[in-house]
Structure formats: structure tokens, C-alpha cells
């Protein structure tokens, strides 16, 4: 159910419509809107009448909403999500790339890539420190060492860091050193670990799981929203079909209906999508045009030396290369990449 | 087996590599590149070595091709080829669409779209005469009467068309009515259909299987050129996948391996891709920028009345804002949309 | 719509319905059930209504069909169909194997395999006359040559024979020398060919398409069947999904839902579907557990040397094990194997 | 590396090879088998040579060992694995059924399915407390409550448990409380919780993951193992595939190739696998017939009252007939179906 307000609603009356949620034993979500406000209710709705809330002062309608996800839904909220850090927003007309080695090596790379990305105006800084890894003998990244390498970059040099959360054990650690917390394809449907971060104050970088449907995916999100954490990020980072051509199958063609069904941010992860560098520059292209809000790519300055996933990582020229193509596309397509290093940044 | 000729061999010089091989019980393929000529043969080589001809005058090098494909392989043909009709090329630079109904449903719309079309500066239209349908009960297409429709449109007009042809016995009449051939995903492995092609002087456009891997359409390429039509376009229209969010999954992802692997243009059907017209713009932007050499699309004066496949078909004004979307993009891609309507077409 | 007779209607009665069908500008398909008669109609029955018939003397009820098939649902023929031929049944109770190599390599093999079938009491012989490869360099099989040996050892030994047609042009010689004609995976949706096999008179094994859902595949059989020839046997050879454990993924889970949506019979072909000898016998035992009617079995007195598919292809005594475990099995499944060779087949 | 022991080596041959393996830094992993033991090892093997150990006294031979996964390998450990539990065992000769509601809903339900269960026979029940589940606003399983009625059912009736774990905090309370540790579909790449529960005293039933090969299966059971716990029981619970005649395509196909590439036993879950109980029965027996070693089954005294996965889930007297059914075939396939209820086990 999403109780609609008049767009000249007073704040007494929103407040009342959430007591009134409330009583019913059901748990009550404020969404703001640019010309009205809506408010969404979670909990068992079965019986709870739209007539009830008509009823009340400055209620525009009562909507039953019928797909599983509520807070997730554009239905629920009819803007495009913006959400905002200081260094670059994730939303509409922003198209935000998020850049760096596959895993945190050591200081020294950390320290490189992140005065490399902020020279060419990127002030989003990827790597891992936990590493999911298909097999127990695999290097499974520095874990806590690597934590300490990213929270030591972002106070020196300003930039935001994006790294992945493996296990609720170390939750606190990660939402405390870093930006924003990544949910890896393989924990999509890790119950525990959504419910974990919806608790997080930190904005959550959802990739979509590696057969899930956009349905599944949303529904990953709300359990995440249900907590109370509303800012989810969606990832594509390709799927897995018979196609044998690159190492998973990149599915671009979720965008446009992911930004139907919602008003969340969704970016694109080529590197993973594609499994191969060569088909990284076109795969970026096509993410901006499709309609997504950002990227996620694995760079390095020496790739072939990579301690992980190397075959899928471009090096510095490569990278630059492509931001300046991606710079020429973008103002086209009504997006513009932010420039980055204010003063306030660093 | 692929024998490269010196930049400056002489055209004797390349029959007397030409007559080696039919000597073998092999056939030739004479391969003019741009710099050097380069002459591949099929049949059984396994017997054949590689040392008979590079002691032939002329002969720069001769390779064991690897690839089950050689004709539609890059090794074979390093240059990107061009498929060039008087109304436009399918190719490197050029970013060519074809666009119209689903099915010829009578001839004035033949015409409406027709002139629509020229109109805009396009030169392709794509109308169904046989219509593959799962069901035998729906309506399967006017055939030989939508075929004389669709003659009559090119000669009026001077618009070319494609159209698809579903099995050998129209063969005849299809290659003499229209521009382009196009072979239905359903028959990307009929390979008697393929084979008759093979022998048409017409290009054909070969649309992907529905679960086909790249390997294997690059193979079902190869039984067309093997039979002496070189002049083959690739199109990508959807494979089949897990995923809901539309009828098939466009899988954009393919583009890049395919112009590695082979030097085929390549083009996307988002309609038939997505299903949904309301992802069709979205995916042509983006079909664009993964370096697709251009678009088929469904357009109707009014999809909702069209006999098939209404629900992925842009009416006339959002086909003509996509254009001119695509035109706005188009050079930042080093891509440019033929205006066509030149003189020496109509 | 079907219209299902009184279990004491005469045949004047049918032929009275049959009649007004007719009127109406439709197909009638009389379909004689052990208790009642059906009759189907196909062509556009949207303007038709239920009542007309039901006040027709001799008719019980006229349902309207909702599936998009209808000869192939078993909404419309309740019993599930058997095929008889004179060496065996395709249908309930029956569990019929049959066998050969992958494809006609020359007349020795294909008389010493028949020989070595009926002295094991199996009555039908498979093998390619026309080979569907997906390179066009590979061995496409004997053709017409192959046929004749086909019609020969058919003709001497009496053994039934099943074999593949490709296109329509072999269509009247494949009809005329063989017992069964197979229509396989590529060819599910070459709609002219369903057309021509329709018109058969013999019966049609119909394999799945590689990525054919149930209702797809349904729909193949109801093309054969809308030309007037019922008799369809369905055949699960395997689908493309991600799994590489073995070449395709053998879909036994298929058998259920297709007993449940449709009459025809149904078998399995392990060889395809494994794409590896060693995984043949176990999911051989597997379809005749799951509801299958038969099996496709791929078998060779020398695997390893086959002209093709020797990786899935079992040797002699391996069937004859295997042959021997499914007769222990199939009692106590309410099957028997037909132990054939009788009088009245040589 | 594997080390295979000569099959008269004795006991301090065995922990002289244990102490070389420990000096190079490596884990030793002891494999007793029915003629002889094998040691395998696990870390960085790269720089040991076969040769060392093969000049041991009482070592047969030194395998470097290619696949990835190492203790899960047929190649490490020969003989099928079997699983000894008080009442009843997984591996082979056995046919293990483990069956019970889809959730625990109450301690009624829970003592009506066990005793229902040990009277025909069967000794293992199945049950969610905790249950992951897609909507964060569905049941989620009656959690610790619901591990206290496990417990209780276990000590009062003496049947094994089998209930799903999905996340670290809960482990130890699980473990305590249960026979058998079951990991889900979901979390088969959880690697937090792989390690967890590869520390476990109790065995582990994982669940295939919806895309996983079969290769990343065996690694995720290699991340068990590598933490000390050798009992790892595969389940096949349906794959994702573009089939939609069933909720998962239970893929049978894998049981050949999983026992040729692993020695760990495997049961199957058609309930999850299907989705619909009437497909129950028959991919029950073809489980069987294919090579599994038992099967995990929803059952409930009124499954349209089931709190979730009603649908699914079989009726008490459907599952006593289908219990029947397979206790007729398993002889023929070399299998018994353990009559349970015997003094040691109340």
C-alpha cells in the first residue's frame, strides 16, 4: 500500500498518516518526492483498507501496489534516485565511474591508482580487500590489512572507496573504512548479509546475482531498503547463459527495464561482464548509451601482473583513453562526468 | 589453409596459387584485401603443407588456419568488409538502418513507410512476405503476393529491401524481388537454406539462432561464403537466457568478439531483441556505441493495429526522434548515417 | 473448440458435425477416442460458438481449447496416442529402443548392425542417410546412396527404419524408404518442412529444438499434425543451457509436463544428449524411469572409428548390457520391451 | 599432489610422508581407502616434486593432481564415499531418503511427520527453521524456535535431522541441534559460511547453486573439505535455465558425470527441482535410476495448508506410494532403501 499526499500536504498531516500505519502494526517508509510526498507501508497489508487513509486529512489516494517489491519500485517513487556522496552522486544526469585494481595488492598500488584516477578527475576508487574466490587455495585478498590500506587513501587523498563486504563478521570494519559497501554477485540472495547492510549508513552497491532475474535482483534491494538503508545502488555485471564468447554474459539489455520497474541508480561492471580487456572500451560505450548511470572498471598499471583477474583489467593509457571517449559521448546523451577534485574533495 | 600474396604479386601469380590448389581437389577463395591479396581454400587441406606454396613466386606466407570458420574468419580477411548496395553499405563507417513493418500487410503501407523512410534519409526498408510463426494458425504472410508488393516499392521508389526468405522454394523468387536476403533466426542452421543462398548474388543477412554461439553462426556464415556469396551480414537479434525482463536477451555483448573473430559487418535487431518498444531506443544508442555497423527495426504509422508483433514496433515519430539521436551521436563514434535520397537512387 | 461426442454417438452423427464445421469455414479433425470421439477444429474459431454444436444430437460438449495447440493437447485427446507400426508401438506400455549408428557409412555396417538388433529382439534401426553438421567442410553423409542402403536393409531383414530429412526436396525419396521420418533439433521450427512432413504419410519423430520451451516444441508437432498427419512422436535430445558437464543437458524433467500437456508419445536420446558414452547407459535407465515412451540410441561395432559422434556412440556389448538392465527395469515400471522378430516383420 | 601408499604401507610410513608434506609448509590430507591409503596435500604446491616422495619407503607412486578441486577428486580418493550416519547412511548400495515439511511450522506438525515417517520406514526428516526466502516481507521460519522443536523430535523419536543453515551466527546453535547441516542453493559460493561449516563436526548437504557448473560445485564442497570436514554430501536441486515447463530444470544429467569426477555421494531434490508435486514421483524414480544415492522430498499431511511450498509438496499417502515404488525398483539397480526403525536407532 503507498499513501499519496496532496502536493501542498503539511508535515502534521504526513505525520499523522505514519501514526496511523504505525497502529496498524505495520512499518511505515517516508518518501519525498519533488512536488509530493508518498509513503509506503511494509508489514503483513492484507487487511488494511485504501478507504482508511482516503479518509485522512491531505491524502491525495491510497494505491495498493502489487509487484513484491515496494520500496524498490518506481511506483513508490517516481523520480530517479540520486544519491549523493561529496566526492559524485549516483543518479540522473551524472554518470559516475568508479575505477581500480581488482584486489589491494599493497599501499603502494592503492596510493598510485588512486593519484592516477583523481589527476584524470575520477574520485571513485575500486578494490578489494576480502576477495571471493572459487577455489579455497586462490589468494583471498589482504582482508583487514587491505581495509586499513583503503581507509589510509581516503583520508590522505579525499577519494571515495567502493569495496566489497563478504561476511557480517566484518561489517562494522567495512562500512567503517570505506564510502560504499559492494554486495558481490555470489551474496545477491546472502539473506543475512542484505539484512546486515540495510542496518549500514552507507550507501550499498548491489550486483545482480549471476542468473537473477530483474525481479530477484529488486527484491535483493528491498531487503535491503526494508532495513531502512534506501541507497542501493544496482550493478550489472553480467549474467550466465550458454554464450561462450566472453566469460559471462553482459546483459545491457536490463537497463531499460530496470529503470521502469525502479528509481534506483544501476551501473555497469564491463570487467567482469566481459572477462576480457579488449571488449571493455566498447562494452563502457554502449553502458552510457544503454542508459546507465556509471561504471565499475578494473584498471591497473601493469595488468598482466595483476594478482587477480588480470586478463579483464586495462591499464592507465587504456582507461584514459576511454574516459576521453566517454567524455565526448556523454553530453549527447544528457549525462555529463563529473570532474572532480574540488577542494572540497581533497 | 590461407595463402597470403606479396603486396606487389601480379594477378598471374595469383592464378598459378589458384590452380595449385584446384589441382589438390580443393576450391580456391580469392581474398583482394586492401594492401595484398590473399587466397584461402576449403575442402580437405590436411594432406596439403605449406611449404608447396611458399616456394610459388609471389607467395608471401602460407597459414594453417586454426578456426573450424576460414572464409568468415579475420585471419582470412584482416580489413573490416563492406557490403556496399547503390542505396548504401553495410560496413566500417558507414551506420546503416533498416527499418519498417513487421509484415507487408498491403501495399499502402508498403508505400507510406516507404516514403517515410526516404523521407528521413533512410534507403533500407525490411517488410516480412513469409513470416515464421510458431503457431500454424496464425497468419504466416501474403508470400508471393507481398513479394510483387515489395518488388513494386524498390522500383517506384528506388528504397531497397530485405526480406526474409524461409525456404528454398521461393528462393528463386526472392532473390529477384529484393535487395538484401535475410535468413530468420529459426533457419540459422537449416543448412539446405543456407546452402541455396550460398549460391545467390544477392547479400544475405544471417540472423543469429536463438541459443547460437558465436562459433556457430560464424560456421553457419561459412556455408553461405563457402557456396561463393561472400557478401554476408551478421545480425544479432536476441538470444534465449533465464532472463524475463524481455522477450529475448539483445545480447549487445557479442559485437566485440564477433569483430575480432571475423571481419563480417554486423548488425542489431533491438525490436525482435527486446520485444518492447519502450527499450527499442535505448538499445539502438547503445547498439550504436558497441560498434554495431547498424540497425534493423520495426516501425508502423500504427503499431497497435499492426497484424504482428505490435508491441515491439515504434510508430513513426519516436522512430524519427531516434534518428535523430543516433545522427547526433553517430560522428563522436566515427560512425555516419547515410542521408541517401540521392539522385542517382530514385 | 472440440466438440466431444455422446460415448453412443453414430457415425452419422459425427459426420453431421463434421459437416457444420465445414460450413463454418473450418478444419474438422476426428479424433476416435477407446470410450468417445473427439473432433477438433482449426482456422479461426473466434466467431464460433460453443452452443452451435451442443445442440447437435450425438454431442456431449463443445469446450473451448486455450492452449495455443490443440491437435497436440491432450485437452483434446485424453488417451495418450500410440503409433503402431508392424515391428513395434511408440506409446503406452511399450518402451521401443531404437538404435544404430550416427550416420550410413556404407551397406556392410548397416546390415551387420540390423543383424546384430534383431538377433537382440530390437526391431528399429537408426542412422543418417542426410547428416545436419554444423561446418560445411564436415562429412554431410551418404545422401540418396545412403537412403538406398537404408530402403535395402529395411527391405531384406524387415526392420524399421528411422532416418533424418534435412529439406523438402529429399522429402518424397526419404518418405518412400524409410518407416519413420526424423525431423531433428535445427529443423524443429523450418516451418516448410513441418508443412511437408504433415503431409506424410508415415509417422514423424520430432526432436526438440535446442532451446525449445514444451509449448514451443508442441507447437512444432502441431504444425506436422495441422496437415493432417497425427502421427507425431516427440523426441528429448537435449538443451543449451550453461552447463558444461556434458555437450548439451539431457531435459528428463521435460517428460512429466509433456505427458501432462500433450497425448503424443515421447523418447529420449541419451547419445545427443550426453554428447559422452559413458553417461548413456545410466540416463537410458534414467528416461525409462521418468515416463518415457523409447530410446534413440546411438550404436556402432567400432565407436572410435565412426565416421561421426564416436565420443557418444556405444559399442555392441555395452547396448547389449544396457538393453539387458532397461528389460529388467521396465516391468516393474508398467513397461515392456517388445522382444520383436516375429514372423510376421521378416 | 596426491601420494598413494603401497597397499601393505604401515603406519608410520603413512606419518613419515604426513611430516614431509608439513615441512614443505603444506596441509596433509589423510584418505584411507578399502586396499590402500592416499595422502593429499593442499596450499602451494607448485614447487614439490613427485619424485621426493616417491623415494619414501612404502609409497607406490606421486600424482600431480590437475583439477582444481583436489580432496573432492575422484582422483584423490578412488573408492565412492560413503557417509555413515546411526540411522542409515549416504553412499553407495544405499538409497537415502530424507523427507519432511518444507518448514518447521509448529512441534505438532514436526512429531506428526517424524512418526509418520519412522512407521513407513524412513529415518531421516528434513525441515526449515530458518528459510531463505526471496521477499523480505514472506515467512522467514520460526528461526531458534523452530531449531528447539528439531531437537526435541530428535531426542524423543531418534530420527536424523537435516535443516538448512544460512548464516555463521547461527552456526554453532545448528550444529548442536541437528544430524546433517544443509547449506542452500543461494549461499553454495557463501564462502564465510563454507569455511564455517568446514569446521563442522556434522556432515554437509550442499545444495547445487542455480547456474553452478559442476566444476564450481566440487570447489564449493572443496572449501568444506579443506577445512577438515570430509563429509559432504552434493544435492541437485534444479538448475536456471529458459525452460519454463517446471519452476527449475532438475538436472538428472549431472549425476554420471559427478560421480565419474567426484567420490562424494549425491542425492536429489525434485520438490525444489520441479516445483510442482505432480512431477515428483516420476523424476523420483529417474533419480534413482540414474546413480543418485538418495532423496531429499517435501512432504506434509495437508500440503495446501503448507506455510510455503505448498505447491511442491507431496501428501502422506502420494509419498508412501511413491516410497513403495522405489523400494520395488532399487534392488534391480543394485540399491536397498533401508527399512530404518531399528532398536539402536529409538
Known amino acids: 500500500m503507498l499513501v499519496v499526499m496532496q502536493s501542498d500536504a503539511t508535515a502534521p498531516q504526513v505525520d499523522r498518516v505514519v501514526a496511523v500505519i504505525r497502529e496498524r502494526g505495520l512499518t511505515p517508509h517516508v518518501l519525498p518526492g519533488t512536488t509530493r510526498t508518498a509513503i509506503g507501508m511494509t508489514g503483513n497489508t492484507s487487511a488494511v483498507e485504501a478507504a482508511l487513509f482516503e479518509s485522512l486529512p491531505g491524502v491525495s489516494e491510497a494505491i495498493r501496489v502489487t509487484k513484491p517489491y515496494k520500496l524498490a519500485s518506481r511506483e513508490m517513487h517516481r523520480d530517479d534516485t540520486a544519491i549523493p556522496l561529496p566526492q559524485g552522486t549516483f543518479g540522473p544526469e551524472a554518470f559516475t565511474i568508479v575505477a581500480g585494481p581488482c584486489s589491494v595488492e599493497d599501499e603502494a598500488l592503492i596510493f598510485r591508482t588512486a593519484e ?54 566484518n561489517a562494522d570494519a567495512v562500512e567503517e573504512a570505506v564510502d560504499v559497501i559492494q554486495i558481490g554477485t555470489r551474496n545477491m540472495q546472502n539473506f543475512a548479509l542484505l539484512k546486515r547492510v540495510g542496518l549500514a549508513r ?50 545491457l539489455s536490463v537497463i531499460p527495464p530496470a529503470k521502469t520497474q525502479s528509481h534506483l541508480p544501476i551501473v555497469v561492471d564491463p570487467s567482469h561482464g566481459t572477462g576480457k580487456r579488449a571488449y571493455v572500451p566498447s562494452m563502457s560505450l554502449a553502458a552510457l548509451a544503454a542508459g546507465a548511470d556509471g561504471l565499475l572498471l578494473e584498471i591497473h598499471p601493469d595488468p598482466d601482473k595483476a594478482l587477480s583477474d588480470g586478463a579483464q583489467t586495462l ?21 555529463s562526468i563529473p570532474s572532480g577534485r574540488s577542494e572540497s574533495v581533497c
Chains 1, 2, 3, 4 share one sequence.
Open 116 to 169: 592516477f584516477l583523481l589527476e584524470n578527475g575520477i574520485t571513485f576508487l575500486r578494490a578489494g580487500a576480502f576477495k571471493p574466490r572459487t577455489s579455497p587455495y586462490s589468494f583471498q585478498g589482504l582482508g583487514r590489512e587491505g581495509l586499513a590500506i583503503l581507509k589510509k587513501v581516503r583520508e590522505k587523498t579525499g577519494i571515495a572507496v567502493v569495496t566489497e563486504l563478504m561476511d557480517t563478521d
Open 202 to 251: 552507507k550507501p550499498v552497491l548491489l550486483k545482480r546475482g549471476m542468473s537473477a532475474t530483474l525481479e530477484e535482483w529488486l527484491m535483493a534491494a528491498e531487503y535491503i531498503m526494508a532495513g531502512g538503508n534506501y541507497q542501493v545502488i544496482l550493478c550489472e555485471r553480467g549474467v550466465r547463459t550458454f554464450a561462450d564468447h566472453s566469460r559471462n554474459t553482459l546483459d
Open 315 to 335: 591499464d592507465f593509457p587504456t582507461f584514459a583513453k576511454l574516459l576521453n571517449q566517454l567524455r565526448q559521448l556523454a553530453p549527447t546523451l544528457g549525462r
